[in-house]
């Protein structure tokens, strides 16, 4: 059973501090890996995704991977109230037969305090 | 470039109707994956198609079931409905790349969603 672990939160961070989301996946075979931010009663949009270990950086926002650890990351720097959401972390895996499948964690609430 | 766009947005049903959902890719995406989301449960994958044919299943009974067109639009189906499936239902579309190791051709991109209530 292919498993993405984040921690439920609520994540509390002032405004304008380094918010830290984190996602471990039990699955080593898992090859690319996505980021999500999910506002309440609304569909998950795309933050980054990141397949190559080390660190990827967009804007104010950085995904980081360590394939040995099986660890995700995503920092938020200069965090927002705009900024408070659930943030869901996935890995794309291998399924079998040819296919590839993708599973979610239940996300991590992020709320930022003005 | 439009996004992906389902409908119906909100439907209330009764318990042992059916249900049928749609939606249309991004243009140029061939893949379309459904996603059942529940505050318990998370997003749980239902069925991915690709191509007009599924090519991945999640654990989900058979009153579920779906199929995708040659236009790559695809619909879902939940029949005999039960009140444990209101949820918010997710279609997301990607381009369906199965390369080993690219993250872009495997990028899903998720519609607004429809919300389904069972009473």
């Known amino acids: 059973q292919k498993e993405v672990e984040q921690n439920s939160g609520p994540l509390s961070v002032p405004e304008g501090a380094i918010a830290s989301l984190n996602c471990t996946y039990s699955d080593r075979g898992s090859q690319s890996f996505f980021w999500y931010r999910q506002y309440s009663g609304k569909s998950p949009e795309l933050i980054m995704s990141i397949y190559s270990n080390g660190d990827k950086e967009d804007g104010r926002f950085t995904a980081q991977l360590n394939k040995a650890s099986q660890y995700v990351s995503l920092l938020i720097r200069d965090s927002q109230p705009s900024d408070s959401a659930t943030y869901l972390c996935a890995a794309l895996a291998y399924s079998g037969a040819g296919s590839y499948q993708l599973t979610f964690g239940k996300g991590t609430k992020l709320s930022v305090i003005p | 470039k439009a996004g992906v766009t389902q409908t119906p947005r909100y439907l209330i049903k009764t318990r042992g109707q059916q249900v049928t959902l749609s939606c249309s890719p991004i243009?140029?995406?061939?893949?379309v994956s459904w996603y059942q989301q529940t505050p318990g449960q998370g997003l749980q994958f239902l069925f991915e198609?690709?191509?007009?044919?599924?090519?991945n299943k999640g654990n989900f009974p058979g009153r579920f079931s779906g199929r995708q067109f040659s236009n790559s639009r695809s619909e879902m189906n939940v029949s005999t409905l039960e009140l444990g499936d209101s949820a918010l239902y997710l279609c997301?579309?990607?381009?369906?790349?199965?390369?080993?190791?690219?993250?872009?051709?495997?990028?899903?991109?998720f519609g607004e969603g429809s919300w389904l209530t069972v009473v």
């Open positions: 997301a579309s990607s381009l369906g790349d199965r390369d080993r190791g690219r993250a872009d051709g495997n990028t899903i991109y």
């Open positions: 243009s140029g995406h061939r893949s």
């Open positions: 198609y690709f191509s007009e044919t599924q090519r």
